[in-house]
């Protein structure tokens, strides 16, 4: 049975590494994501997305091995080789006032990372995590270009506006205990991908009209830099506080543009047809794209194999976000997290579901975004919030630092306003995780 499970964890991780490629295609439905680098994806695995996304200040979940990408210095509690790969989905509903609602569905590969001990305190950490995610697509109709049209007019225009693509992160990194209360880390990363912004403006109601399509394509790639630091108090054997702190540093990604203008037609039904020509089409020069840095604060306490709660505050200075030497307008973030897990008992005899990790969370975001309304009477903060749920599964009993695992987490939440004219958000997103500690590389010794 261990032989078929290893076989089957395997060969999904394997399937997880060949869809790497597509990272940089769209994974998302919200028009909130045309901003910016798209919608920023924190760098935590499903076991602490059902936490409320606490990540700073924990390592050992649960007194188990657990990869923690958010906080290196989490690494130097790894002391078996833990493989950790996942998948994603979920829905989006968007409203606006005095717009009919839409919906829309996303599911996709999401994460696969590896922790290996190097020393009985210390241990290497990589893989390949998503950065943000681009996708949306919405139109405005206006008559003539000026003003609303009514449901009589036959001469509108048609804006059209549309995005797709992500990036990704790739990276390695070295957490270790220096003292038996203090553990550092750092990681070193590659953000890869492609960003496709598309604007078309379409005369619909005109025959043989030559409609626009203005493409912007953006390649980006770069390394960027996180460290991490955590203090462990030991109150007893099994419980303990940690402080934690990790930011990600404010480095340069490469950047390099392609800017295409072509005219197309509309066939009877409303379908464009292919380009006839292209006014314009050229490849810029390449530029640097400042990104932020992003502090982590947070705190837990955990009393192992029972229970464990702790609180994250993130400060993200996204008002330093340039590309190309152009601010984009985005304001400082502030996120707030707080959550935690149960396990009723985790050696209970014939009973599973009390060793079942039971998990709870909520999510405050005051995001960097601050939107034009479009009523034209000034700007609005885009916020978010959401509660998250959980469940940790074992798939074998636990046996000297051995168990499989399966990570269950659902966040529900809202992002953005009806008020003064914008889009609300209403989502639900579902992570699956499976997770391995065994000892693959590691010599048994017998006496």
Do not use: C
Not at 384 to 407: C, D, E, H, M, W
């Amino acid at each position: 049975m261990i032989r078929y499970t290893k076989f089957f964890i395997t060969f999904l991780l394997a399937v997880i590494a060949l869809g790497a490629r597509s990272q940089s295609t769209a994974t998302t439905s919200s028009p909130y994501s045309r901003y910016g680098l798209g919608n920023i994806i924190p760098n935590i695995l499903p076991q602490n997305a059902a936490m409320g996304g606490i990540a700073t200040a924990t390592n050992s979940i649960g007194g188990f091995n657990s990869i923690n990408p958010l906080n290196p210095a989490s690494y130097g509690s790894i002391y078996t080789t833990t493989i950790d790969g996942g998948l994603y989905g979920g829905t989006l509903g968007l409203s606006q006032t005095g717009q009919a609602s839409k919906s829309n569905a996303n599911f996709g590969l999401s994460h696969i990372a590896f922790g290996i001990p190097v020393t009985k305190h210390s241990a290497l950490s990589f893989g390949l995590l998503p950065y943000s995610q681009v996708g949306y697509n919405f139109k405005q109709t206006l008559n003539r270009g000026f003003g609303t049209s009514s449901p009589v007019d036959t001469n509108i225009v048609n804006y059209t506006y549309s995005g797709e693509g992500g990036l990704s992160k790739a990276y390695l990194g070295y957490g270790v205990k220096l003292f038996r209360h203090l553990a550092i880390g750092g990681n070193v990363s590659y953000i890869f991908g492609q960003l496709k912004h598309t604007q078309n403006t379409e005369l619909p109601q005109l025959a043989a009209a030559l409609n626009s399509q203005i493409e912007d394509n953006n390649s980006i790639s770069g390394l960027n830099y996180d460290y991490g630091v955590q203090y462990i108090f030991d109150l007893s054997l099994k419980r303990h506080i940690v402080l934690g702190y990790s930011a990600s540093a404010s480095t340069k990604l490469n950047s390099q543009s392609s800017y295409i203008v072509s005219q197309y037609t509309l066939d009877q039904n409303g379908v464009a047809n292919l380009p006839i020509d292209s006014l314009v089409n050229q490849q810029s020069a390449k530029t640097k794209i400042q990104l932020p840095q992003i502090n982590h604060f947070g705190i837990s306490y955990q009393n192992d194999e029972k229970f464990l709660i702790g609180a994250d505050y993130t400060m993200g200075k996204w008002s330093n976000l340039t590309i190309g030497g152009s601010s984009q307008g985005l304001v400082d973030s502030k996120t707030f997290n707080i959550g935690g897990q149960y396990i009723p008992n985790i050696n209970a005899i014939g009973d599973y579901w009390s060793t079942i990790e039971y998990r709870l969370g909520f999510i405050y975001d005051q995001t960097y975004l601050n939107i034009n309304n479009p009523n034209g009477n000034g700007l609005t903060n885009i916020k978010s919030q959401a509660v998250t749920f959980g469940l940790g599964l074992r798939l074998r009993p636990y046996y000297q630092n051995i168990f499989y695992k399966i990570n269950v987490s659902g966040e529900i939440g809202q992002r953005g306003t009806l008020n003064n004219g914008l889009v609300k958000e209403n989502y639900f997103t579902l992570r699956l995780g499976f997770m391995i500690n065994d000892r693959w590389f590691q010599k048994i010794k017998f006496d």
